[in-house]
């Protein structure tokens, strides 16, 4: 019987260590996807200012889980463009 008790308190640790491995690790994560919308959409060389700002507003809002809002214009077309980048 000590042993399985052995085992479970082994299993609940790891499973801890887990849970907080994942929980240090998620914001560097999001910061990861923050920081690569931005390169990527300004690195999109001859589009407006809108077309950029567009980009990354549709990645962050995909990223998020927010509903699809594209506007209208340049803003629209690079909304689309980060929309499909993120992910939900």
Not at 3 to 13: A, F, Q
Not at 46 to 60: E, F, Q, R
Not at 76 to 88: E, F, H, P
């Amino acid at each position: 019987m000590s042993g399985r008790k052995l085992m479970d308190t082994k299993i609940s640790s790891l499973v801890v260590a887990l849970a907080v491995a994942s929980m240090a690790l998620t914001p560097l994560i999001m910061n990861q996807n923050a920081d690569a919308a931005s390169h990527y959409c300004a690195d999109q060389k001859g589009k407006p200012h809108a077309w950029i700002t567009g980009c990354k507003d549709g990645w962050y809002d995909h990223d998020h889980c927010l509903s699809y809002s594209p506007g209208s214009g340049d803003y629209a077309k690079g909304y689309k463009v980060g929309w499909a980048k993120g992910s939900c």
